[in-house]
Nanobody, 123 residues
Framework: VQLQACGGGLVQARDSLRLSCAAS????????MGWFRQAPGKEREFVAA????????AYAESVKGRFTISRDSAKMTVYLQMNSLNPEDTAVYYC?????????????????WGQGTQVTVSS
């Protein structure tokens, strides 16, 4: 499965962005999906995840209430709606897929990764 993330960009604090991650195969509908991010000089961190049927979303505490993960299996796409962005959200954002269909925050549980999309938030 190939994952293609897009939607990043340069925005100002308190702006919104929506990231998209498109999968190459219809088996996507059975995968759990997650978003991670990596800021310069920092380790990759969990952002959000959703299970294979689009339920049980989970979020990192730092984004809870601001970010929303969703999926459209017909379009083979998962989204990350990001509102009230702040400079601490600046990072490369990666989508990932888990064959087991789980909601998980552990990078090691994901078998497939997208190439990343840069999000930069200016103050």
């Amino acid at each position: 499965v190939q994952l293609q993330a897009c939607g990043g960009g340069l925005v100002q604090a308190r702006d919104s962005l929506r990231l998209s991650c498109a999968a190459s195969e219809r088996t996507f509908s059975r995968f759990g999906m997650g978003w991670f991010r990596q800021a310069p000089g920092k380790e990759r961190e969990f952002v959000a995840a959703i299970n294979w049927i689009g339920g049980s979303p989970a979020y990192a505490e730092s984004v809870k209430g601001r970010f929303t993960i969703s999926r459209d299996s017909a379009k083979m796409t998962v989204y990350l709606q990001m509102n009230s962005l702040n400079p601490e959200d600046t990072a490369v954002y990666y989508c990932a897929a888990d064959r087991a269909g789980r909601v998980t925050s552990r990078p090691g549980d994901y078998q497939y990764w997208g190439q990343g999309t840069q999000v930069t938030v200016s103050s």
